[in-house]
T-cell receptor
């Protein structure tokens, strides 16, 4: 089945630690995105990538980093510089380009501080 | 003014009721419009795209008014399983998807 796989489902971070969230898609989509959602709040864009080896900062990129070495993979690293990382992280993909196609989401990773 | 605004909610309605959600967007160059639903502690899932002429999918009807920069979602004959948060999403030409804050719906027995 085609889809987006995020792992792990739950992740705990210690103070001063970097952690990496995985996102893999087999939909052959060009564009991939990372969002953060805090309880009772909307989605906020962290980073996005329209094509392999290129990515752009979203609205809340500070304390995060990404890479896009392969079309199907877009991992997100939450660095120790992100002082309030506890949130629900969602990865999404879309066909890309300027078209009317929607985004599709993975089932998310919940990150908490130990 | 936020790029995408939605009814603040929550909406509490009895089973079988008809409920309408409204969404306004500020970017007149917006090209694509969608409604997603998000269940508690889950990822958003596409409910339907919104087309210029309006479109219907079973009990769900979406309308777009470009002149007023307004999108609506109508749910007829509400079911308990319709309880969720409904997200309005707008995309401009060559731009990213912009999510509204969502409107929570609770359908009561």
């Amino acid at each position: 089945d085609g889809g987006i796989t995020q792992s792990p489902k739950y992740l705990f971070r210690k103070e001063g630690q970097n952690v990496t969230l995985s996102c893999e898609q087999n939909l052959n989509h060009d564009a991939m995105y990372w969002y953060r959602q805090d309880p009772g709040q909307g989605l906020r864009l962290i980073y996005y990538s329209q094509i392999v080896n290129d990515f752009q900062k979203g609205d809340i990129a500070e304390g995060y980093s990404v890479s896009r070495e392969k079309k199907e993979s877009f991992p997100l690293t939450v660095t120790s510089a992100q002082k309030n990382p506890t949130a629900f992280y969602l990865c999404a993909s879309s066909i890309g380009g300027s078209n009317n196609q929607p985004q599709h989401f993975g089932d998310g990773t919940r990150l908490s501080i130990l | 003014r936020k790029e995408v605004e939605q009814d603040p909610g929550p909406f509490n309605v009895p089973e079988g009721a008809t409920v309408a959600f409204n969404c306004t967007y500020s970017n007149s160059a917006s090209q694509s419009f969608f409604w997603y639903r998000q269940d508690c502690r889950k990822e958003p899932k596409l409910l339907m795209s919104v087309y210029s002429s309006g479109n219907e999918d079973g009990r769900f009807t979406a309308q777009l008014n470009r002149a007023s920069q307004y999108i609506s979602l109508l749910i007829r004959d509400s079911k308990l399983s319709d309880s969720a948060t409904y997200l309005c999403v707008v995309r401009g030409y060559g731009q990213n998807f912009v999510f509204g804050p969502g409107t929570r719906l609770s359908v009561l027995p």
